[in-house]
Nanobody, 123 residues
Framework: QVHLEESGGGFERPGSSLTLSCTAS????????VGWFRQAPGKERHFVAG????????HYDQTVKGRFTISKDDAKKTVYLQMDDLKPEDSAVYYC????????????????WGQGTQVTVSS
């Protein structure tokens, strides 16, 4: 199985930046997808960004494209989500998840999930 651990969440003012980290361990290999999802209170969980281990292509939801950047360290099996120009609408619990079939916008394709890290953006 795969263990995922998110870190880096916190409270930020609008317009500031924050970087989240997701460290994976266990049976995860090149070609596996790692995605970031977020869920705000009372709303469904949605895809934010994704990348495949060992590959360069990245994918973003249009609501964050241009502000958020996903990156990774393949050797350390760590994926980052750099969030710039944060807005109150970005407030949510952010989850890291892994997919055996590569990154996808659909959470049904992901097998393992981290516990989540809270991001709050408020003035």
């Amino acid at each position: 199985q795969v263990h995922l651990e998110e870190s880096g969440g916190g409270f930020e003012r609008p317009g500031s930046s924050l970087t989240l980290s997701c460290t994976a361990s266990g049976d995860i290999f090149k070609g596996f997808g790692v995605g970031w999802f977020r869920q705000a209170p009372g709303k469904e969980r949605h895809f934010v960004a994704g990348v495949n281990l060992g590959y360069d292509a990245t994918h973003y939801d249009q609501t964050v494209k241009g502000r958020f950047t996903i990156s990774k360290d393949d050797a350390k099996k760590t994926v980052y989500l750099q969030m710039d120009d944060l807005k109150p609408e970005d407030s949510a619990v952010y989850y890291c998840a892994s997919s055996r079939l590569g990154t996808s916008w659909s959470e049904s394709n992901y097998d393992y999930w981290g516990q989540g890290t809270q991001v709050t953006v408020s003035s």
